[in-house]
């Protein structure tokens, strides 16, 4: 059984930084994705970024240039390093691994970035 766990959010002020982890327990085979969203009060959930089994990287366009993902196949973890946080970066960030057909979340964690 595969699971995420997400950790590193808290509550930072516009223009810092913060570095969210997701480690994955449970073993993987083959190609995957691991993705990060993010979900904000009254808004759907929305696609930050993602990284293949072979680090392909992709974002959106709100995170290009002030977010970076990154993945240490070796112990399963995904990271996102997010820089110059704006207070609508402000959401509940989730963790996503696509492998197969099967998709697994994290419960998520907090980013909240003050004004």
């Known amino acids: 059984q595969v699971q995420l766990v997400e950790s590193g959010g808290g509550l930072v002020q516009t223009g810092g930084s913060l570095k969210l982890s997701c480690a994955t327990s449970g073993t993987i085979f083959g190609f995957n994705v691991m993705s990060w969203y993010r979900q904000a009060p009254g808004k759907q959930r929305e696609l930050v970024a993602w990284?293949?089994?072979?680090?392909?990287?992709n974002y959106a366009d709100s995170a290009k240039g002030r977010f970076a993902i990154s993945r240490d196949n070796t112990k399963n973890t995904v990271y996102l390093q997010m820089n110059s946080l704006k207070p609508e970066d402000t959401a509940v960030y989730y963790c996503n691994l696509a492998v197969g057909s099967k998709n697994y979340w994290g419960k998520g964690t907090q980013v909240t970035v003050s004004s």
């Open positions: 990284i293949t089994s072979s680090f392909y990287t």
